[in-house]
């Protein structure tokens, strides 16, 4: 499975980004997409996942701000990110999990910038 990450860039505080991820490859294994951060000195974290039956779960510091979707025809999913703030700055990663084959990919990071 291969991912690409786009949408990233730089944005005010208050303002939306979005971000997307087209997978290719064995697509059929993918049972749950979805975005990860890494901010500067810190540790990789969740940010919002999606199951293919449409489950969505958010870390609660996105939550009601931050909106993941897929599209299971073009084999893509999306992070809509509205209201953004300065702590959101960090590069962005789009996952793919296969329950199946216990199987993790990772798509090339996207900057997010977030200024005050």
């Known amino acids: 499975v291969q991912l690409q990450a786009s949408g990233g860039g730089l944005v005010q505080a208050g303002g939306s980004l979005r971000l997307s991820c087209a997978a290719s490859?064995?697509?059929?294994?993918?049972?749950?997409m979805g975005w990860y951060r890494q901010a500067p000195g810190k540790q990789r974290e969740l940010v919002a996942t999606?199951?293919?039956?449409?489950?969505?779960n958010y870390a609660d510091s996105v939550r009601g701000r931050f909106t993941i979707s897929g599209d299971n025809a073009k084999n893509a999913w999306n992070l809509q990110m509205n209201s953004l703030k300065p702590e959101d700055t960090a590069v962005y990663y789009c996952?793919?999990?296969?329950?199946?084959?216990?199987?993790?990919?990772w798509g090339q990071g996207t900057q997010v910038t977030v200024s005050s």
């Open positions: 490859g064995s697509i059929f294994s993918i049972d749950l």
């Open positions: 996952n793919a999990n296969s329950w199946r084959t216990q199987r993790s990919y």
């Open positions: 999606i199951t293919r039956s449409g489950n969505t």
